[in-house]
């Protein structure tokens, strides 16, 4: 973002730079997107994907098009919008670019898992496509992509008194960041530590996790999850 917009330009001046500027979109738009998620500027990140997503469409960004779906998706799930969540998945999993790349495909996957899951429909078969992405995902070299999912996944299989798969997500999740010791497998791994001691009642180890998850979601400018 900094390349496109300028060092230190401020997020909210980036989006009004990018919604009319073709280049800025085609570039920056998918990170842009992600910025607006992380920093909770949902409207705004709704109001840049229609934009991405038409241009993208336009010019036949396939990778581009699947991305931004999928981080609109993300944004409608925040906002409890389950079936227009899922519709975005829907058309990001039976995208070309999905095919080919296995990261994310399996945010496309989640994502219409758990929008499934909260409007209670049937989900079994995405559950089952997410685990055997698990065995790939816990030597993938692209953890920004993989943690935030398992995390996810541990915190949805806690909340739902899944614990002994909730615990096979997270070894997974540990191997990732031995693996790879990427910052956002640190946070993730902080995260599902938090949410599975507190189930045992192990408070203090409960709080460490937590201001773990706290420490490394600052110094990755992750407003939301911080």
């Keep these: 973002l900094d ?11 980036m989006i009004e730079m990018a919604k009319n500027h073709e280049r800025a979109l085609l570039l920056g738009g998918v990170p842009l997107l992600e910025a607006c998620r992380r920093a909770g500027r949902w409207t705004d990140g709704l109001t840049l994907s229609e934009r991405v997503i038409t241009l993208a469409q336009a010019l036949g960004a396939d990778y581009i ?9 993300q944004i409608l799930l925040g906002l409890g919008q389950w079936a227009e969540a ?9 995208s070309r670019a999905c095919a080919t790349d296995r990261n994310l495909a399996a945010a496309a ?3 219409g898992y758990k929008a499934r899951s909260m409007a209670n429909l049937p989900a079994r ?44 997500w997270q070894r997974d999740l540990e191997a990732l960041l031995d693996h790879t010791g990427h910052p ?21 180890t409960t709080i460490g996790a937590y201001r773990a998850v706290i420490q490394h979601a600052t110094l990755q400018h992750d407003v939301l999850f911080e």
């Design 3 to 13: 390349d496109v917009f300028g060092r230190k330009t401020p997020l909210a001046t």
């Design 65 to 73: 098009l699947a991305a931004a779906r999928v981080i609109r998706s």
């Design 86 to 94: 899922q519709a975005e998945c829907d058309l990001g999993i039976t």
């Design 109 to 111: 996957l989640w994502g």
């Design 125 to 168: 078969n995405l559950m089952d496509a997410l685990r055997r992405w698990r065995v790939y995902a816990r030597t993938t070299d692209d953890a920004a992509s993989a943690a935030p999912i398992m995390s996810d996944m541990v915190v949805h299989l806690v909340e739902t008194d899944q614990l002994n798969d909730a615990r096979a």
């Design 184 to 204: 956002a497998a640190r946070l993730a791994v902080a995260l599902g530590q938090g949410m599975l001691t507190a189930r045992t009642g192990d408070w203090r």
